[in-house]
């Protein structure tokens, strides 16, 4: 089945459906997903989107602000890096490491899902998508680690369930398989390098030195089903 371009790219939402408040999930796995909401409901947790699909367009605001110093960019400690003593590509690859290159982000394609456990975040809490939240005795822990467990007989993996040397550890972070292969299979870095030529992209001459590269550390350097 052949994935239009512009879905790939996050350029079109008719991939899309509501699933809840705003969040909008491929129609493919929606359904999936509520059945794993279910079971997780069964098994007394409260599963829930903190995000799901997100557009070029928002990609590529975090991607610009981060770039320019407006939005903090952590390593894999959780420490703000200074980014005024690094070059443009040493930039992008800081930023890579929690934020995905517009036009290569799997949120693009409404298969992949943060997730947190309502249940257990006190009122007004924020969650901030950090590793102490779902691991130890972080709020979300118990239900990460039911995920872990069970979350593969319901198709759905987690991607940067280790760090392999490009994007950190997001044990928020889980994708069905089955649709998100289909995407990343025709996801092609040199597609991806035309897109971001015709676009207001910070960094763009170093990503585009090195797209060969984003892709092999970045987006097809995953954690397998
Ligand atoms: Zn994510």
Redesign the pocket.
């Known amino acids: 089945m052949i994935v239009d371009t512009n879905a790939l790219f996050g350029l079109k939402t008719d991939h899309l459906q509501e699933h809840s408040d705003g969040f909008f999930i491929n129609t493919e796995v929606d359904a999936p997903f509520k059945t794993l909401k279910a079971a997780a409901h069964e098994a007394g947790f409260d599963l829930k989107p903190a ?1 799901s699909y997100r557009s070029f367009e928002r990609q590529l605001a975090i991607w610009n602000a981060k770039f320019c110093g407006v939005r903090p960019i952590l390593n894999i400690d959780g420490k703000v890096v200074d980014i005024r003593p690094l070059d443009d590509w040493e930039i992008c690859q800081a930023i890579m490491q929690y934020s995905a290159l517009p036009g290569a982000s ?2 693009h394609w409404g298969t ?3 997730f947190y456990d309502a249940k257990m975040l006190p009122e007004g809490y924020e969650l901030q ?1 950090v590793e102490s939240e779902y691991d130890h005795h972080g709020p979300c822990a118990a239900l990460t680690h039911w995920l872990m467990t069970n979350a593969a007989q319901y198709g759905f993996f987690f991607p ?1 369930r280790h760090y392999l040397g490009g994007i950190a550890c ?1 044990p ?2 889980i994708s069905y398989y089955e649709v998100a292969n289909r995407y990343l299979s025709q996801l092609k870095p040199q597609s991806v390098a035309v897109l971001l030529t015709d676009t207001d992209i910070e960094g763009k001459s170093a990503i585009l030195a090195h797209i060969d590269e984003i892709f092999t550390r970045f987006v097809t350097n995953i954690s397998d089903m």
């Open positions: 995000s799997r949120h992949d899902i943060d998508l940067y997001e928020w972070h």
